[in-house]
């Protein structure tokens, strides 16, 4: 075991058991699965992307590119996650990714013995021709031996929520500079959220003995910790990631509610996507340790220094039997010094530099570790590591270590100031990128805007939280700063062992070496965008954390250039991997959107309908009866019923807008392409209105209720579009028009009442006085009067169907008392419910356009209406309409069509040919739209649009469905088959 | 994005519906050329790189439209009025 006795912030009484490959090892509360697995001597822990070289865990937070496992099992298995943040549950399973049969033998490691062949360029050079065999060999093949983990299964059994929330300052990191600010804002009386990805806050102040206010650095997080929890305007929200910069201070932030537990409690989501709204932010990632490029940098044992403390400090874990730190700056001196004084053996220092402060010297002899200056580390052995080659001062040597603690200075965690375009820039005396033009609102303290002294941290997310509280109105005096070590540290740029010896990795999780970046500058892609793109350098799941600096530092010293002028790449949202499923919530299977309801459904349901969705809706699609084989047979009974006698039919879904005003006559002659003006009190009419350019945008009817007062039907699926559009006309092209209108839709129900017995259903529920007579109410009137005894309703006189029909409007509380007194008043006549499938036969029958012409691709012309066009007055899309192309005869235009052969099933879709014609583009005739089953004439029939089609009736044509394989003739006739003179729906 | 509604005050743009360019005005169907006139309002837009002035409708909200000077590279908003009365208001409130 590598636990060292005592120290670290686990709780030692809490153990907690767990699994990595199926071995059952211990931990405690407070581990990382990364901490527990190097507590129990676990070193290998994966294989690599592309060669399948054994790596180990190389880091302690969200920057790590090896340590990539499934975790959970079954449903809820999740790859590609990240040991070193993953926080350990009793219960946890866990399993390396990227092994066959083994983690320890795995048989695809010989690509490592290609890697000669597997460099930069690879699939770009070796895959492009020929290209069919890629989908049939390569992809197969390399989707084998790549492996990323694999996703589960099944279905996912949690879920995920969505919120939004506002506050004053958002401070994203909880550090030291974090807490400085959220504390100095939150005292000032701001409202301040606080979020930290980690679930214990304190940053680096856990991972450092460091002294703050002449206490532990992890207890003076704790007290702050504790403060900030009593104010009541500050939130501080664990595991909780921003991970993106939008617009106007929105922030994107994924919370892993229950992602530490087996499985999320009752009623718990397991993760919840956060949309938080700031005035003020203050951005206080910390920064991310680079590593050197150097021979064998990849093997298990090598470790980023910062983590090597880390382990030590926050869980009590001594990496390795013995360690070797190899570094650029002073910083991972004081590492090493407080590793050996944790316990984990820290033999020797070896540093590029000539010089460093005589103190550090000093320490390192006092604690009997050896120190190597002007050094570099040229090599490492061992499966795990066992040794590793040092070049010192022109000497060479070899050390027996099991952990190679490596720093090469730190890269402040600049991502998010990047988010609205900002670039980072370099800063030589750092030797770091720090923050550019930053996002509105967001200002950057500590160590992630190049602060990297604790004190310089602590004053400065003081400073700057104070600073965002007072921009929004909370001044007070300012806080006093807490004392702690304030030396900077000296640290210098250095990249790559010129002596390396083997493969020296640049980006482990996709096996970029230090060759592979000067092959890409050999072949001339040598930008950093380029680099990035040829060497897939920093396009793995760890984003190229430690990696992307590095690369491009290598390429400018390739290419002469400064570091400054080669650039970084950009950085995007999201900062770290946000799931598939927070990003859903609740958007998932039939809660994908909210489904609307009618009026009548739960009358609908009672009478046994069977329900479809369209668009929003749920409507009912037909009512079988017991015995009754299929839908056909169903609908077709529907049918017949409403010509026999009367049916009736839920059409609340319909768009219903109110118009009023002494203008509203002249408006409607403006949208609609036929006249309205005229139109009389108690009169309805249909009207076709048009986009301006020129094609049919929807029908419908507008009854007059009373001189100033109107009200418009639209189809269900334009509703929201045609209101839309009459704002538009009405606030932006003709303001100067005394028209107000208003939906109301939702308001009323509507039920149309179809077939010969329909008035004697109707003047049985209409109250005394209201006359339904063929005179009191003739076809397309329209007039209010009570139902039910006393409820208000309009009662308008339109057939869809052919038929006598009416449709009755109620507020939409009476829906369902309204079909259920249609239905006792109709008992006597045979009254039979039917849904869109025989309403949609109904009118096919009667030859209506519906949806499927109305394609927003057909004009006037093409439905076979343009003679409802008004010559005498301007609307909108008239202009556009009269268009040589749209008003060309030879346009396929609207007609019906029944099969020779009566027996033949037609099928929209069809596309028209003249017989004997070869089926080519080019002698296209025209589609069919629209098909049913007539139970009135007993075969198929059909509607849809042919070139010069009314001319054309009794003619013969070819319809032909090559992708169900029909092919057979079909008469062209009128489309009214049923009743073409009307004589049914004026009686 | 933001946009301030002059009858509601900011709002979250999901709340919009957008149509684009503000500035065409709906030719006049009696003129002589009305077909090319109406064919460029219908069809031509240019696509600036900066300030744009832009139809926003509130479809969640209070169903006005509403002119927005928004830069499409930052998607600040300069401003926003009402299409029916031109009440100027507020830029972004950012
Ligand atoms: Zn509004």
């Known amino acids: ?987 | 994005m933001r946009i301030p509604c002059p009858y509601c005050g900011a709002r979250d743009a999901h709340e919009f519906a957008y149509l684009g360019d503000a500035t065409l005005t709906r030719p006049d169907p009696a003129a002589p050329d009305a077909e090319g006139r109406f064919f460029d309002y219908v069809y031509q837009r240019t696509n600036p790189a900066g300030a744009h002035e832009e139809w926003w409708y509130h479809a969640q909200g209070c169903r006005q439209w509403v002119k927005v000077a928004r830069d499409t590279r930052t998607h600040a908003i300069g401003g926003a009025t009402l299409a029916r009365d031109g009440a100027a208001t507020s830029g972004d409130p950012a």
């Open chain 1, 1 to 987: 075991m590598s636990r060292l006795p005592v120290g670290g912030l686990i709780d030692r009484a809490r153990p907690l058991a767990f699994t990595f490959d199926g071995t059952l090892y211990r931990g405690h509360e407070g581990d990382t699965l990364a901490s527990a697995l190097l507590a129990n001597d676990v070193r290998l822990v994966g294989r690599s992307f592309k060669y399948h070289r054994p790596r180990g865990i190389f880091s302690a937070g969200v920057e790590e590119p090896n340590a990539l496992v499934e975790l959970r099992s079954g449903a809820r298995r999740e790859p590609n996650s990240r040991a070193t943040v993953a926080e350990l549950y009793d219960g946890l399973e866990a399993a390396s990714q990227n092994r066959w049969p083994s983690l320890d033998h795995d048989l695809l490691s010989i690509n490592g013995l290609l890697s000669p062949f597997l460099g930069a360029g690879f699939y770009y050079k070796t895959f492009m021709w020929p290209a069919a065999l890629w989908e049939k060999f390569y992809e197969p093949v390399i989707r084998r031996a790549a492996g990323l983990g694999r996703a589960a299964d099944e279905a996912d059994p949690d879920h995920y929520e969505k919120l939004t929330t506002f506050c004053d300052v958002l401070i994203i990191g909880a550090g030291p500079a974090g807490l400085m600010a959220a504390l100095a804002a939150g005292r000032a009386g701001a409202r301040v959220i606080l979020a930290d990805e980690d679930f214990l806050p304190g940053g680096r102040l856990n991972a450092e003995a460091l002294e703050v206010d002449g206490m532990a650095g992890a207890a003076f997080a704790a007290r702050l910790r504790a403060e900030l929890d009593s104010l009541p305007n500050v939130r501080v929200m664990t595991r909780t990631t921003v991970f993106g910069v939008y617009d106007a201070g929105t922030y994107g932030a994924l919370e892993r509610v229950a992602d530490h537990l087996p499985t999320p409690g009752p009623f718990q989501p397991r993760q919840r996507l956060w949309r938080i709204v700031a005035t003020r932010a203050v951005l206080a990632a910390g920064a991310t340790e680079r590593p050197i490029v150097f021979g064998g940098n990849d093997r298990p044992g090598v470790m980023l220094a910062g983590a090597v403390r880390a382990y030590a400090n926050r869980f009590g874990v001594a990496t390795g039997t013995s360690t070797v730190v190899f570094a650029t700056n002073d910083d991972a001196w004081r590492g090493a010094f407080e590793a050996q004084r944790a316990g984990a053996r820290v033999t020797t220092i070896v540093d590029v530099r000539r010089e460093v402060a005589p103190a550090l010297t000093r320490e390192a002899g006092a604690l009997g570790i050896r120190t190597l200056l002007d050094g570099r580390i040229t090599g490492t052995k061992g499966k795990l590591l066992t040794h590793v080659d040092v070049i010192a001062n022109g000497r060479r040597e070899r050390f027996a270590t099991e952990t190679l603690a490596v720093s090469g200075g730190w890269s402040p965690s600049v991502h998010l100031t990047c988010h609205h375009g900002g670039k980072p820039v370099w800063n030589e005396a750092l030797a770091a990128f720090v923050p550019g033009t930053c996002p509105p609102g967001l200002e950057v303290a500590g160590a992630a805007a190049g602060t990297f002294s604790l004190g310089g941290a602590l004053r400065e997310g003081r400073t700057l939280g104070a600073k965002a509280a007072a921009d929004v109105g909370h001044t007070s005096p300012m806080i006093e700063a807490p004392k702690a070590q304030d030396t900077p540290g000296a640290a210098t740029a250095f990249w790559h062992v010129a002596e390396s010896v083997g493969p020296a990795f640049v980006d482990l999780q996709n096996d970029v070496t230090a060759k592979d970046v000067s092959i890409a500058h050999r072949e001339g892609f040598r930008s950093v965008e380029h680099l990035k793109r040829y060497t897939t350098l920093g396009m793995a799941t760890d984003q190229g954390r430690t990696s992307n600096v590095t690369g491009l530092a290598i390429m400018a010293s390739l290419t002469g250039q400064g570091i400054a002028e080669t650039g970084t790449t950009i950085f995007r949202p999201p900062y770290t991997p946000v799931s598939l499923g927070a990003l859903a919530g609740h958007h998932r299977g039939k809660d994908f959107r909210p489904v609307r309801l009618t009026p009548t459904h739960e009358w609908a349901r009672a009478q046994g309908a069977v329900f479809i969705e369209t668009g929003a809706w749920l409507r009912a699609q037909y009512f079988p009866r017991p015995g009754e084989k299929d839908w056909l047979e169903s609908v077709s009974r529907e049918v017949t019923a409403v010509r026999a006698a009367v049916g009736l039919i839920d059409v609340s879904t319909f768009g219903k807008i109110d118009l009023q005003g002494p203008d509203v006559g002249a408006f409607l002659d403006r949208v609609y392409i036929n006249g309205f003006a005229q139109l009389g009190v108690g009169k309805a009419r249909y009207g076709v209105m048009l986009r301006e350019d020129g094609m049919v945008m929807d029908d419908g009817t507008t009854a007059r209720l009373s001189p100033e007062h109107y009200v418009m039907t639209t189809t269900t699926v334009n509703a929201a579009k045609v209101y839309q559009h009459l704002e538009f006309c009405l606030q932006v092209l003709w303001p100067e028009l005394d028209v107000t209108i208003a939906s109301v839709s939702d308001q009323w129900a509507q039920i149309a009442l179809a077939g010969p017995r329909a008035r004697d259903v109707l003047a049985r529920i209409v109250d005394a006085g209201v006359d339904v007579s063929n005179e009191g109410l003739p076809f397309m009137g329209a007039i209010e009067g009570a139902v039910m005894g006393g409820v208000p309703a309009r009662l308008f006189r339109l057939s869809f169907s052919g038929e006598l029909g009416y449709e009755i409007a109620v507020p939409a509380r009476h829906g369902a008392a309204l079909a259920d007194a249609l239905m006792t008043a109709g008992a006597a006549f045979g009254i039979t419910p039917y849904g869109i499938e025989a309403l949609g036969v109904l009118r096919i029958e009667k030859g209506h356009v519906s949806g499927n012409e109305l394609t927003g691709q057909t004009t006037a012309g093409d439905l076979g209406m343009g003679r409802m066009a008004s010559t005498k007055k301007d609307y909108i899309g008239r202009v556009m309409a009269a268009r040589p192309g749209l008003t060309d005869p030879d346009r396929p235009s609207f007609i019906g069509f029944r099969p020779v052969d009566p027996a033949q099933r037609l099928r929209a879709g069809a596309h028209f040919l003249t017989p004997g014609a070869v089926a080519s583009v080019e002698n296209d005739e025209g589609y069919m739209s629209s098909v049913a089953y007539s139970p009135h004439l007993g075969h198929w029939i059909g509607l849809g649009f042919l070139k010069n089609g009314p001319s054309r009736i009794g003619e013969r044509v070819r319809a032909y469905d090559p992708v169900r394989g029909n092919d057979f003739e079909v008469e062209v006739c009128s489309p009214g088959f049923i009743d073409p003179e009307g004589e049914r729906l004026r009686g």
